[in-house]
């Protein structure tokens, strides 16, 4: 009397003596390989997938991190621009005192590169 078995995707049987025909054995070899393929794919697939999920990420934050240089610089040149102005209308309000520390500074740079 021959046993059934049956397994997720197969079924397979066995003679008498217990021995699975030849036929029956290249058959679920033949399945196991279509699964084995079958999980490749699927796990290929969701590694891309994740994979892109990461790039996504990657993408924002570099963004962002970009968006925050280009506010960062902004404020830079705005904070520049607002010292060159003081500096102008100091000079312009006392210019003999402006002329008087600017030769200091070139007499102190003079002693300095001296040595």
């Known amino acids: ?3 059934t078995t049956t397994g997720p995707q197969t079924e397979f ?3 008498r003596n217990g021995v699975t025909p030849p036929n029956d054995i290249e058959t ?3 399945q196991l390989r279509e699964d084995i393929a079958n999980l490749a794919r699927t796990v290929a697939a969701v590694g891309n997938e994740k ?3 990461v790039k996504g ?7 962002e991190a970009a968006d925050a240089s ?3 610089v902004e404020a830079a040149r705005e904070q520049a621009v607002s010292l060159e ?5 100091q000079i312009r309000t006392n ?3 402006a002329v008087a520390i600017a030769a200091g500074v070139g007499f102190l740079f003079a002693l300095m590169t001296r040595r």
């Open 95 to 97: 210019p003999i005192q």
């Open 13 to 15: 049987t066995r003679n």
């Open 57 to 63: 990420r990657a993408r924002r934050a570099a963004s």
């Open 85 to 89: 102005r003081d500096l102008e209308r």
């Open 70 to 72: 280009m506010h960062m």
């Open 28 to 30: 679920q070899l033949q």
């Open 51 to 53: 994979a892109g999920e």
């Open 1 to 3: 009397m021959p046993a």
